[in-house]
């Protein structure tokens, strides 16, 4: 199981799932409330965290990527939670993963200050923004992207502008289907950029997102990402060739979803080079899901991708969904219809809608025919299921839905839930998507 937050926040009924009239009060005593969000007391829709398989699909993660010499900065953007970020990083990763400056500075807040902000930050202004961050937190170890000389140019009149600010440490990103050098000539002219930045800038490695290379066909997908790893691999190459072999470097790829192949091709390399990290950035594999995550594991199966003490296991069948959200039968308006209070504003849908898991009744859980409910439309605040005609779900039963897609998800909640093996609320974990 997690820790409990270190944070100390208040919980009220402006917080989903705190039941209507309850009272401020500290979250780190929420695991004596006894709440099951299937009880009927607690404000629904609702979402929460199963902390056990949280802790197991982080525990199989770091074990593949330590047998494949490989480090992990989890990306903090999937659940915005200091606490679990922190999780992960005392578990044993290698630094925390963030999308833009104000995530970075919430996790340096937070006392997390080795961080990969996996994005550029534009001119002159984005620049100068971060330099303000660099200031506050001089103890932080920050790695940026850079997949232009424009960029480049811009960190480095803002960082020769103040002398006080530490060298700062870019990445040139690589890339296809996102941001990133499209090129070999284009990654060798963002080097040239950051060496000529009179010592203000330091190439500290290359960096690129396989996840945006996908494309209409698993033949042209499989192509299009063997180009994109081939080109980082030489931008990597080139600039251990220009600064020589006693610098530390890193090489970063995003992770979550072909994962297998960064590391069958990245990690041999970076281990011939005897001076260099393969720094994967996964943060929804830890939640993992229903839906757009359990697919993306099969095809790593498919692929026989993943494998553990030199043997191939399934990914599919050794991740587990972490997340859930639980919602009320509102209405039974016609035979095969029911009407559940959840909807868009509630829950990711971009993947795929979610899925029904289970059904209780007065806090007990109850079968589901073989033919599931199953939701056909989302409105704003309510799911529309189709079921047989003869069905017995009836208003006021709960429903247990798995979800598909964590990081859009998780950001329509202020407060993620842990919840015990046996369902119980346990802690609460604050979110800071602003």
């Known amino acids: 199981m997690l820790t409990g937050p270190s944070e100390n926040f208040m919980l009220d009924d ?3 799932g705190v039941p209507p009239g309850t009272t ?5 005593t929420v695991g004596s409330k006894g709440w099951h969000p299937a009880d009927g007391a607690m404000s629904l829709p609702v979402l929460t965290l199963d902390e056990q398989a949280f802790v197991s699909n982080r525990d199989l993660f770091f074990r593949y990527i330590r047998q494949a010499g490989a480090e992990i900065a989890p990306h903090a953007k999937t659940p915005m939670a200091p606490d679990l970020a922190r999780a992960l990083v005392d578990a044993g990763a290698w630094g925390t993963t963030v999308a833009d ?7 340096l807040g937070a006392g997390l200050d080795r961080l990969i902000i996996a994005n550029e930050v534009g001119g002159k202004g984005g620049a100068g923004r971060l330099a303000m961050l660099v200031a506050a937190n001089p103890q932080a170890d920050i790695h940026i992207f850079a997949d232009s000389v424009a960029a480049v140019d811009a960190l480095a009149e803002v960082w020769r502008a103040n002398d006080a600010l530490p060298p700062l440490r870019v990445l040139v990103e690589t890339g296809a289907g996102r941001s990133g050098a499209r090129t070999f000539s284009d990654a060798e002219a963002i080097l040239d950029a950051i060496l000529g930045s009179a010592d203000r800038l330091v190439a500290a490695g290359v960096a690129t997102y396989e996840g945006a290379a996908g494309r209409p066909t698993q033949a042209e997908t499989d192509t299009a990402i063997a180009g994109l790893i081939e080109l980082t691999a030489a931008a990597f190459t080139a600039l251990r060739r220009r600064i020589g072999a006693d610098a530390p470097l890193i090489l970063s790829a995003g992770g979550s979803v072909f994962f ?9 390399a970076i281990a011939r080079d005897g001076n260099a990290k393969l720094v994967l950035r996964s943060g929804a594999i830890f939640f993992h899901d229903n839906g757009v995550y359990d697919r993306a594991m099969a095809a790593v199966d498919e692929r026989h991708g993943f494998a553990l003490d030199g043997t191939a296991v399934s990914a599919q069948q050794s991740f587990r969904p972490a997340l859930r959200l639980w919602a009320e039968v509102l209405s039974r308006p016609e035979a095969g219809t029911a009407v559940c209070g959840m909807g868009m504003r509630d829950v990711s849908f971009d993947q795929g809608f979610p899925v029904v898991l289970n059904r209780y009744r007065n806090g007990a859980p109850l079968p589901l025919a073989n ?3 199953t939701i056909v439309k989302l409105n704003d605040q309510h799911a529309f299921l189709a079921l047989a005609p003869d069905s017995e779900l009836a208003v006021g039963d709960i429903l247990e839905f798995g979800i598909s897609h964590p990081c859009t998800c998780l950001d329509r909640y202020r407060v993620i839930f842990g919840v015990d093996e046996a369902g119980r609320v346990k802690n609460a974990f604050p979110t800071y998507f602003g």
Do not use: C, N, Y
């Open 24 to 28: 401020a009060f500290a979250g780190s």
């Open 371 to 373: 033919a599931l409910p």
């Open 101 to 107: 400056i104000r995530q970075a500075s919430v996790m």
């Open 14 to 16: 402006r917080i989903r």
């Open 260 to 268: 297998d192949k960064v590391v069958s091709t990245l990690a041999p």
